[in-house]
């Protein structure tokens, strides 16, 4: 899934359960040029290289990406926060118990990012799986990617909550941000953030 390929290097969120929106809750994304920069995740080693990201929100340097692959993201604020949206290009398949495909999310979907920017460090909060399952209603539709019983069409049990699609209209999406944005980002903890620090000159050298 390519929308994850960028962001797992970007946000070092690796490949745990994520949320997609069918829209953002604005029409259009524009660009922090104060993320531009190399960025390295709290837990760097001296083997790991910087991702970076332009003026323009263009970013290399990905996990998983060629060396000269790049990758673009837009940025948005919306009801006083900061957003990161970067569109998938590829559609997700969920599939029953038996291979059969019952339900295919779009290729143009979202992921949307809270952060926020505290001196040379970068604070970002994915959205919660567990709660935007809790989400449907108002126009909201939400969509798993649980397998399927073949015969009952309802979901199969499973030991890890899977990723999460939530569908409807820009209205019904910005409204679900307004209500439940805080409980969806968990109240942007501390804790529960992924962290980025700024590169020394010498660190972003090839």
Known sequence: MRV???????????????????????????????????WLPADAGPDDTP?????????????????????????FEFEGQRYIAVQADDAERVLD????????????RVELYRYRLDGDRLLLWAADPGTARTLGGAGLT??????????????LPRAIAGDVYLGGSREAIAEALRRHGDALYRDMRPELATTLHRAATGDASP
């Open 4 to 38: 994850r390929l960028a962001l797992a290097a970007l946000l070092t969120l690796g490949t745990s359960a994520c949320v997609s929106f069918e829209v953002a809750p604005v029409e259009t994304l524009g660009c922090d040029a104060t993320l531009a920069g190399a």
């Open 51 to 75: 991702a970076m990201v332009t003026a323009d929100c263009g970013v290399t340097g990905l996990r998983g990406a060629k060396p000269d692959e790049r990758q673009s993201f837009g940025t």
């Open 97 to 108: 118990g038996a291979g059969k495909v019952v339900e295919t999310w779009p290729a143009n």
């Open 142 to 155: 939400v969509h798993t990617d649980d397998t399927r019983d073949a015969a009952t069409g309802k979901p």
